[in-house]
C-alpha cells in the first residue's frame, strides 16, 4: 500500500467529519448558539475518565451493530433486520437466562449461544426467502423488523413477563449472579485513578473486541470469508470460480444475525440483567450507520462506534450547560454518515481514475519498447 | 359483457370493489353481534384518512422507482413533511403546510438525488443515511421551534388547523352554491336494506366531509398515470429506469430525468407526512410516521410499481390500521374474513390443477378459522403488522407475477456501461 493510497483512504473520512462539524456550526449558528462554545464544552467533558467509561460501554453495542451489518455489506447484502435481530435476541435469551441456573461461565456462555442462535435464526429467515423466494432481502427484512418487534410486545406482555414482579415493571424475571458480566473496573484502575460515579466499564466490550478479530480473521485467512469477499467484488466471476452464490447468502445471513443477537448482551449480562421497557432500541440502525462510516472493516467499524459512542456520551453536557441543544449532535452523525458515503463514493473514482491512467501509461510504454525492439 | 369487462378499466374496479362489500356484509353478519363495524360508514372514512400517507408515499416510491432510484429513504422524507407541514401550518395556516410539508420532503429527495444520481452512492446506503439524518434534523428543529410555545416540546408542536372538508353535493348531501343538496347515499344507508345499504354507507363514509387534502392525494394517481405513461416526459423517466444506457443514445438526459423523479419522490413522501401532521393528527408528534414509509415502499411492490395498484395496497392497510383504532372485535372478525378468502384462493388454485397450492391455502385457511374460533380477541400487536405480513405473503407467493423497472436500483453512470 502506498502513501497515496493510505493518505486517500483516510482523506475521505476525515473531509466528511470536517465538513460535518462545518455544517452543524452553521446550523448553530443559524439558531443564535455560538458553535465553539459547545464544541469546547463537549471536548473538555469528554475528555474525563467517567465519559470515556460510558463511551466504551456506548460503543460495544454499537460496534457489534456494525459488524453485524458489515458482514452483509462485506457481499452486497443489506441486512437491515438487524434491528428486529437483535431485540428479539435479546428478549429470549434474557428470559433463559433467568430460567436456568448454572454455574458462572456456562450461564453466560449459555445466554450467549442462545443471543446468537435467535439472531440467527431470524436472520435466516431473509437469507432463505432470498435464495429460494428471490425475495429481496432489504424488503425482507423491513418488514421481518415489524414482526420482530410485534413479537417482542407480544410476548414480554405474555409469556415472558415477570409475574412475581409487584412493581408493575414490565420485565422478564432477573438473570442469577451468575449469569453476569463482571466489569473492568479493577482492570482500568491500575493505569487510571479510580472510576467514579458507580460508572462500570461492562465486560464485554472484550467480547465486541475478539469478534472483530474474528472478523477480519475470518474475511482474510479463511475459504468462506474469501468467498464471501470475491461475491460481494464480483458475483459472476466467483460463481464462475466456484462459490456457490446460493449457500454464501445463506451463511452470510446467519453469521451477521449471529453476530446481531449479540448487541443487546452487553447492557442486559453487564448493567440490566433483565429485558425491560427500558431496553435501548435502534441500535439496529445507527449499526448501519456505523458499519458505512467504518467502510465494514473490522478496524475502520471499530473508530466509527468509538466516535458515535463518544458523541453520544458527550452531548449530555451541552444540556446541562445550556450551551446548545445537544440534538446537534444527532445532525453532526447524520450528516457524518451522509458525507462519509459521498466522499467515499468520490475517492474511490478518483482512484478508478488514477489507476486508469496508470494502466494507459503503462501498456503505452510497453507498447512503445514492443515496438522499439521489432525496429 | 366480458368484453365490456376485459376493456372498461373502471368497471372492474368498482366490480371488484362492490365484491369486497358484499364478503365484508356476509363477514359482518356471520360474527354479529360482537361487531358491527367491518362494514359502516365510519369505518369506511377512516381507511380512507389511514390509506392517504401510505398512497402518497406509495405514489412516491413509484416515480422514484419507475426512474430506476430505489427510494428507501421515503421514511425519512415523510418524517421531514411532519415536520415541515405542522410548522408550516402553525406559521402560516394548513394549505401552506401541506406546500412547505412536501417542500420539505422533496428537500429530503434532493439531498438522495445528489448522493446517488450525482455521486452514484449506492441507493440504499443513501436512503438510510436519509432515513438517520432526518429525525435528528426533526427533533433539533423541534426544540429550536417549539419548545417553549403552549402545548410544543422537542417531541411535539402546538396543535394545527386541518384545510377542512367537503361533503359531495347530492352523494352526500353537501351545499352547492348555497343550496343543501338531497343526502343520497345518507339514506340508503340508512334504510337497512339487505347489502344495498352497506354499499351506501360504504360510499358515504367516503363522500362525507372528506377532506380537500384527501381529494388532492386521489387525484395524484390518476395524474401519476397519465404523466408517467401518457406523456413524452414520462417515456423518459421510464426509460432511465428500464434502460438508461439506451435512454441516454436516444438523446435523453437520464441523469436529469433521474433527479427530477426522485426529488418529486421525496415531494410526494413530504406531502404523506404533512397529512399525517395536519389531517389525520392535528400535531406533529416524534416518531408518529411509524414506518408508514416502508409501508408504502411495500404497497409499491405489493401493486406491482403501478399506481392503481400501490393504491389497492394502501386501502388494505388503510383498513386494518383504521379497524384496529376503532373496533378490537372487528379486527377478530377479520379473521374470519381471511379464512374465507383463502378458502376462495385455494379453490381458484383447485380449478386451476395448482394442487399442492391449493392444499396449502386449505390448511392456513384451516388455521386462521381454528384460531377465529377459539379466540375471543386477537393479541394488539397482530393488527399494526399486517402490511409487513401481507406484503411478505405477496413477496413469497406472488413473485413471478411482479416485475419492476429493468435497472431499478443499479448505480448509472453516463458513457460506463
Known sequence: MSIRRVSLALAAPVCAFVFSIGLSSLVLLAFGTNPMDAWSEMLSYGTRLETFVETGNRATPLYLAGIAVAIGFRMNLFNIGVEGQYVLAALLAASVGAAVDLPPVLHIGLIIAVAMSVGSAFAGVAGYLKVHRGVHEVISTIMLNAVALAAVGFLLRTWLLDESDTTLNITTPEIAPSGWFPNLNKLVEVFTREISRGRELWGFILVAAVVGVLFHVFLNRTRPGYDLRATGLNPFAAAAGGVDPEATVVRTMLLSGAVAGLIGLPQILGDAHTYDLGFARGLGFTGIAVALVGRNHPGGVAVAALLFGWLDSAAPILDVRGDAPREIVSILQGVVVLSAVVAYEVVNRIRQSAEAREAAVASQQSLESVSRTTT | ?417
Open chain 2, 1 to 417: 359483457m366480458t368484453n365490456l369487462l376485459k376493456t372498461s378499466t373502471v368497471l372492474r374496479w368498482m366490480l371488484a370493489a362492490l365484491g369486497v362489500v358484499v364478503v365484508l356484509s356476509v363477514v359482518q353478519e356471520l360474527a354479529r353481534p360482537t361487531t358491527i363495524d367491518l362494514i359502516s360508514s365510519g369505518t369506511a372514512e377512516s381507511t380512507l384518512r389511514r390509506a392517504v400517507p401510505i398512497l402518497l408515499a406509495g405514489l412516491g416510491g413509484i416515480w422514484a422507482e419507475r426512474a430506476g432510484v430505489v427510494n428507501i429513504g421515503l421514511e425519512g422524507m415523510m418524517v421531514l413533511g411532519t415536520w415541515f407541514g405542522a410548522w408550516g401550518a402553525l406559521e402560516f395556516g394548513p394549505w401552506w403546510g401541506l406546500a412547505i410539508g412536501i417542500a420539505g420532503g422533496a428537500a429530503g429527495g434532493l439531498l438522495h438525488a445528489v448522493a446517488t444520481v450525482t455521486f452514484g452512492v449506492d441507493h440504499i446506503v443513501s436512503g438510510v443515511a436519509v432515513n438517520i439524518l432526518a429525525p435528528a434534523l426533526a427533533r433539533f428543529l423541534s426544540g429550536e421551534v417549539f419548545s417553549g410555545r403552549s402545548g410544543g416540546g422537542i417531541t411535539q408542536s402546538p396543535r394545527v388547523e386541518s384545510v377542512g372538508s367537503l361533503d359531495l353535493p347530492f352523494l352526500s348531501g353537501g351545499d352547492l352554491l348555497g343550496w343543501g343538496t338531497p343526502n343520497l347515499f345518507g339514506w340508503t344507508a340508512s334504510q337497512d336494506w339487505l347489502l344495498v345499504s352497506d354499499v351506501a354507507a360504504v360510499l358515504s363514509g367516503i363522500t362525507r366531509s372528506l377532506s380537500w387534502a384527501s381529494l388532492l392525494a386521489l387525484s395524484l394517481i390518476p395524474l401519476s398515470i397519465f404523466i408517467l405513461w401518457r406523456t413524452p416526459y414520462g417515456l423518459r423517466i421510464r426509460a432511465s429506469g428500464e434502460h438508461p444506457v439506451g435512454a441516454d443514445s436516444l438523446g435523453v438526459s437520464v441523469y436529469r430525468m433521474k433527479f427530477t423523479a426522485v426529488v418529486i419522490s421525496g415531494g410526494l413522501a413530504g406531502f404523506g407526512g404533512a397529512f399525517i401532521a395536519i389531517e389525520q393528527t392535528g400535531v406533529y408528534r416524534e416518531g408518529q410516521v411509524q414506518g408508514r414509509g416502508f409501508i408504502g415502499l411495500a404497497t409499491v411492490i405489493f401493486g406491482n410499481w403501478q399506481p392503481a395498484g400501490a393504491f389497492l395496497g394502501s386501502l388494505l392497510f388503510g383498513f386494518a390500521d383504521a379497524l384496529q383504532l376503532r373496533d378490537r372485535t372487528a379486527v377478530h372478525a377479520l379473521l374470519l374474513l381471511v379464512g374465507i378468502v383463502l378458502i376462495g384462493l385455494a379453490v381458484r388454485a383447485g380449478v386451476n390443477n395448482k394442487r399442492s397450492s391449493a392444499a396449502m391455502l386449505l390448511i392456513t385457511s384451516a388455521v386462521v378459522l381454528w384460531w377465529y374460533a377459539v379466540t375471543e380477541e386477537v393479541a394488539s400487536e397482530l393488527p399494526p403488522i399486517t402490511p409487513h405480513l401481507a406484503t411478505l405473503l405477496v413477496l413469497i407467493f406472488a413473485t413471478s407475477r411482479l416485475r419492476m423497472p429493468a435497472a431499478n436500483g443499479l448505480r448509472y453512470r453516463r458513457g460506463q456501461e
